[in-house]
């Protein structure tokens, strides 16, 4: 790949985390081609310059191809299944970059058939939002072949920010996993305190900007004030999803062997919440149930706040 | 104060933290008037160009004095003391501004002491270190009257960055409090997955370039960084002074009727780690206490890391 | 005092508690004078064979005498008030002992003005409720001089079970908070567990027939069985008093400087049930709590069940 | 079974709990076969007056059979292996009663085994050591038809006392699992305050003395009462085995979606306590780490403390 231009990149997998992703190296000028199972939602890609194809075997014969589906058996089947990338016995690409979130089994399990096959395969689960997308905030924690790795870094780094090699094998799976639960736990804590402000007196608004601006400030704390300010919920993250990852990281820390009192504790406080309604909103609500126990109604500030992803740079 | 050069500045308290803010006033060109208990430690501001003075007194006059001293006594001391602040019958600082940590209850008296000699009195308490302020991030939270934080505004904005107006009395004392709460929270939790990720075959370095990189990373996530991965434990922030932070929130909590469980559960295990002996090292040594319950004799990586202080962006 | 009979008992305090304890004394055929703000109160007592006078200071000549009001300032009032037992400048009880529930600091100044007048102090803090007197399963806890102790044990074993002498000064306030404490992690742990089994299948009654039943049965986990199977919440004791005794079990540690991570998330557990709404009922709805957070729906099961107080005898 | 002692009995696995059970079924008189794999455990039994035979096959004529052995992987082999209970296509025991620590899942499969030879299979697992077994205070959760239980009710009664029947199935696991997760925090709890007296003056022995005789005293709290006192750590039961249970308990509360925050904060202590090297004690070591968190050395008082197993009574 002496010259990014001649590479080919395939995508497979365009939902609304898939098409933020791949219209960043449609936009930058790559030659890539998009496939979805519904092909509908591949057109918008089309839109944007890319090629779009039938089916994930279409995309055999691309150098590398990237892949954003939603879960363990999606991942076997546009790899391993009828039509997948290895469908075709005469090639395969040359290198499979997996961005889903699979757990590590299922990640081992199509990292042995792409090796069979002679295609490299990268472990590069993303967490984040299509908004943080847009920014081009998303950090990507990249496992496999320390030569694979330095293959794609070119495009890595133009689907975000930081990217990070973490090591062999599925282990970005569980640097992931460990990013998630400090999401949920920085989370809980700012539940907490921002509680506590608001019943010594100040307003939410007030508090969070000096957070914000603190040396505790970051693009999360900055990107969830909106809602802890104006209680506004539309999902980014479902606590079910966020319970999702607490449950992997603490099954995690029992194979391991690692005790994790706070983030146990933290996984408790997640599933009581869901059991308490809260599914289909964002899990900053986490807000809410820390307010219930201080007795404290809490209404909506109606307060503009910058939630810092306005620009791409910070 | 229409015009900055004109305004005569006091500064009260000239140790570490005191001498890194001071002198960014100092070198902004205003007219400062520095003292210390111990002159010989306020030469060092002298050097620089202000104006050294034996007392507190020798400070009535100036339009706004800042203090920044070891705690309530020492700010009673300077403010109301017979060489205080205050003991020229004759003249009153305009705006005393306290940067101290001192408790609501010292703060609410010594305010009073200021109003009824028609000083206003800002409570703009910090943390921070004195290589934070050197790399211009020092953060103020500030409450009293909205005019007097108005008026000094530019002299804060000089002494870091985010300064924000948090509302009256004492609340900037529970702001920074929450504050220091969620930085012993996120410690912790980085202590537990630090160990996670180590115990899943991550380097420390790795796992926390990459979150550092992501959005949970911050200013506090990356100058704490090398003492994650080469466990260079000098001390910054003791266990003990964090303790008492966390103290004084859950104090807080219980007089504002807040259940604080994660905080809580902190508060415990800096209480723990503290009676294991880990008294005079940084805070950071909550991660040697998350590897001895897994089990887990962590060795430096020493591998040189950036703790994101070198300038003064980001 | 070499026989009982001959002992002059003093009794301060006639309010539920105070006259399910007294009333043993009297029907054990003891001559025993009591007194209480509201006499009316105190001629139950009367009607079964005890003197009732008008004020603590008519006490004064007793051999012992028993205080039971509701905390410090009641404490304070029939010990050194005007009308007190030590107001009778000729003559002071022998030995005062103090079952109410008042704080360290208040137990010690009252210690030193009995001791300034001759009177020995006992702490003897009791917890429990008139169903447990009855039942004769109150238990008592003693701090102060050995000697005193030992005089006034065999009346101490009439009010009660279990008498024991835990040491000098006001030990014994500790001993009760720490139990107290035990009481709440107990009653959350029977709640998080019951719930669990709940929705494993198992009914509360079969599953708390068998932990009673065990070597986990006490007398506290039978009498709280009929809260939790039938779901009849009426008070014995409220979220608001255990609060209170967790409050006070987190300032010892504090000063101690004890970790207490379990006891410290129970308080907060017990803050959050005060916080969303339950504050006049037995604090048993703990278990309404953990049933809330893992989406059941409680049925009272109409069962009847034993509470273990029926008799003298376990 | 209409006369008790016509009903053919037989035991399998004759380790410590095992004998110390089966002999109380000899002592009482029963017609007990008995086997093990080791041939000559089983021969203590047949002292007593128990008839050995050599394989569990030699007791598929038995009315019914009590299986008491290490695990999942022995469980299925006595049962259902070349020389198991079920091994003889001509009969089968007509109640297999199994009182080992199994999962469900394992038990579910080999009830499944037993139904389809048409015999009956009750889950009973016990918890507790041979001392209290010898002190006739083994509990018994049961679970599977009603009827079988009532049939074999009256020889469950004579291996301990508080024989309770819970359900259908499996349940009986999941009860032994709670009341495990049970013994787990009051044990933490017992450490926390045991620690809290301690520090505030109170001797181990005085202040366990009263818990004991407090109606949160229980069988259990008396038996671990000497190690608490006199440091004596010989393991009934150790972190390791009590871990086990703690995971096994948090697994069924993922997937009954129970939050249960004091139990995985639990699990997690002593996740850390095995970590720090605590393995092969008693788990009342818990205390030690309680100390260590306190600063507190502890020394072992010497004191002669009655564990409560003296007598079969209470």
């Known amino acids: 790949m002496t010259s990014d231009t001649a590479v080919r990149v395939g995508w497979v997998g365009c939902g609304r985390m898939g098409t933020a992703m791949a219209s960043r190296l449609v936009l930058a000028g790559h030659d890539v081609s998009v496939t979805n199972r519904t092909r509908a939602k591949a057109e918008v890609l ?40 290895l469908s075709d016995p005469a090639t395969a690409p040359g290198i499979i970059v997996d961005c889903s979130t699979v757990s590590s089994d299922t990640s081992a399990s199509v990292r042995a058939a792409c090796t069979s096959r002679g295609a490299a395969f990268l472990a590069a689960p993303v967490s984040g939002n299509p908004k943080v997308v847009a920014a081009g905030q998303l950090t990507l924690a990249v496992s496999g072949t320390r030569d694979a790795f330095d293959t794609v870094r070119p495009f890595l780094e133009q689907l975000g920010q930081g990217v990070t090699y973490v090591g062999d094998d599925e282990v970005a799976r569980l640097v992931k996993i460990c990013h998630n639960m400090m999401l949920g736990i920085v989370t809980q804590a700012m539940a907490e305190i921002t509680v506590l402000a608001e019943r010594g007196g100040i307003k939410r608004s007030a508090f969070l900007e000096f957070l914000n601006h603190s040396v505790m400030g970051s693009t999360f704390t900055r990107y969830k004030t909106p809602a802890f300010v104006n209680l506004d ?12 990852d607490f449950d992997l990281g603490m099954a995690a820390a029992y194979e391991l062997d690692v005790p994790m009192p706070v983030s146990a504790l933290c996984t408790e406080i997640v599933k009581a919440t869901i059991g308490a309604g809260y599914v289909d909103q964002d899990f900053a609500v986490l807000l809410l149930e820390a307010a219930r126990g201080a007795g404290l109604t809490m209404e909506p500030e109606n307060v503009a706040v910058d939630d810092g992803l306005s620009g791409e740079t910070r």
Do not use: I, Q
């Open 46 to 85: 089309g839109a944007l310059g890319a090629t779009v194809v039938d089916t994930p075997r279409d995309l055999a014969s691309c150098d590398v191809v990237f892949v954003m589906v939603s879960g363990n058996a999606d991942l076997v089947e546009v790899v391993s299944g009828t039509e997948g990338l």
């Open 233 to 244: 919920f539309t999902p980014t993250f479902t606590p079910t999803l966020l319970r999702k």
